[in-house]
Structures are given as structure tokens and as C-alpha cells.
């Protein structure tokens, strides 16, 4: 059974750091893309990073680029995603995910066949 389960969520104040981890069981993170999404309150989930099956290479989005970086441990089966400089923007639930169409833009990177982790909420504030 594929199963994705993150951790690493809570509260935290602006500028601050949190690392995000999700295991994943019942199948091998290095033969998918991988990426982290997020949802905000009232709005639509969307792509924060993806790491390419292809190649390696790892893609953010605009609003996060040079503050996270995701990472992939494929001796421990899990991924990371390691947030600095963190902003109250940022407060939303995270989830990780598997199969993730990692080519364009991040609002292209969702489809139906990605398999989700449960999320892990994140909350930015003074």
C-alpha cells in the first residue's frame, strides 16, 4: 500500500525556520517526481517545489525560491523540505506528494494520478 506520511509542522515566527520530512512506504521515492504542495485558507492548493525523476534537478516556485529547499533521501525513502526566512504568507497546510508532473510551472505540476500525503499544517505568526 503506497502511503506518504509527513511530519515537521507547527508553529513558528516570522523569519523562522521549520523542516518539513515525509516517509514514504509501500513504494521507491526515487522512481517518481516529487514535490511539496500548499494550502492556504480559503484558497486553491498549489506547487512549492518538485525534484525531476529525470535528472534530479529541483524546480520552486516564485514565492519561495531562495528560502526552501527540497531534498530527497533515498536511503531513508523520504524527502524534505527545509523552510527558511519564513513569512506569515506562508501559513497553510503542506503536503507532500509522489508522481508529480515536474515539468512546467508550478500550477501545472498537480494531476489526478499524484498520490498525497495527509498534509502537515504550518502556521507563520508573531
Known amino acids: 500500500q503506497l502511503q506518504l506520511v509527513e511530519s515537521g509542522g507547527g508553529l513558528v515566527q516570522p523569519g523562522g525556520s521549520l523542516r518539513l520530512s515525509c516517509v514514504a512506504s509501500?513504494?521507491?521515492?526515487?522512481?517518481?517526481?516529487v514535490g511539496w504542495f500548499r494550502q492556504a485558507p480559503g484558497k486553491e492548493r498549489e506547487g512549492v517545489s518538485c525534484?525531476?525523476?529525470?535528472?534530479?534537478?529541483?524546480v520552486y516556485a516564485n514565492s519561495v525560491k531562495g528560502r526552501f529547499v527540497i531534498s530527497r533521501d533515498n536511503n531513508k525513502n523520504t524527502m524534505y523540505l527545509q523552510m527558511n526566512s519564513l513569512e506569515t504568507e506562508d501559513t497553510a497546510v503542506y503536503y507532500c506528494?509522489?508522481?508529480?508532473?515536474?515539468?512546467?510551472?508550478?500550477?501545472?505540476?498537480?494531476?489526478?494520478?499524484?498520490?498525497w500525503g495527509q498534509g502537515t499544517q504550518v502556521t507563520v505568526s508573531s
Open positions: 509501500g513504494f521507491s521515492l526515487d522512481s517518481y517526481a
Open positions: 506528494a509522489a508522481n508529480v508532473d515536474c515539468v512546467g510551472p508550478p500550477h501545472t505540476w498537480s494531476h489526478p494520478r499524484i498520490h
Open positions: 525534484i525531476r525523476s529525470s535528472d534530479g534537478s529541483t
